[in-house]
């Protein structure tokens, strides 16, 4: 079960004279779907680069159940702890769908045989037939590459979901489906979920709300 926690984060980009994240503290429970919502440039995507592990912030904490992520190995972060799920989907066009969700199993170290079964496993999970597992991202819709993107995702054995705009690319039927899967992801198998979304939508059918503005953020609610 994971838990990220933010205490009084800032950041500021480089030849910039003003601070993407100001004093930002919150906390991201195991379990639940948590929504972080607010125009263009407020800070939510630095927000999410920092819980990835891509920046390091200027002043406060990341927390990861406890430890500070200051003392931790970001890469190993990366690979075992937090897993990124992106509006463009991002998946390597030249893999098959089975193959993308094995590269980062396969990254880890996992023999060849048991991450083909692992990811078949998970791609029925996502409702990907098995007939589409050998095909190219591009020979498939919208929704099937995001669902294809959340199985990769899993595939690592990350205990937190950090979602950029996962639904932005998608009709309303696929915006429903995506989150159900995350919805279904935290509530039944205990996942830590965080969206970044414009869609208000997304965020009201999330447990929790964030708010930010000028790269400060407030609860919602």
């Known amino acids: 079960m994971s838990e990220l926690k933010v205490e009084n984060v800032s950041y500021r980009y480089k030849n910039s004279s003003r601070k993407a994240l100001s004093e930002v503290s919150c906390a991201f429970q195991a379990g639940t779907v948590t929504s972080v919502v607010g125009p263009s440039g407020s800070g939510k995507t630095t927000l ?44 390597f066009p030249l893999l098959t769908v089975i193959e993308n969700v094995c590269y980062p199993m396969e990254l880890n170290g996992i023999a060849k045989a048991e991450a083909q079964k692992r990811a078949r496993v998970l791609l029925a999970r996502m409702d990907i037939s098995e007939e589409k597992w050998k095909r190219y991202p591009a020979n498939l819709s919208g929704g099937e590459q995001q669902r294809v993107a959340i199985a990769r995702s899993l595939a690592t054995g990350a205990g937190i979901l950090l979602a950029d705009e996962p639904t932005g690319n998608l009709d309303g039927q696929n915006t429903t489906n995506v989150m159900e899967i995350l919805t279904r992801l935290a509530h039944e198998d205990g996942y830590c979920v965080i969206i970044v979304t414009h869609d208000p939508a997304i965020a009201e059918a999330s447990d929790y709300v964030y708010r930010m503005a000028d790269g400060v953020l407030a609860k919602a609610g």
């Open 48 to 91: 999410l680069s920092i819980l990835a592990g891509l920046d390091r912030p200027e002043e406060g904490k990341v927390l990861l159940n406890g430890q500070d992520l200051a003392g931790k190995d970001l890469d190993a972060y990366r690979r075992e702890d937090v897993s990124v799920i992106f509006q463009a989907f991002q998946l």
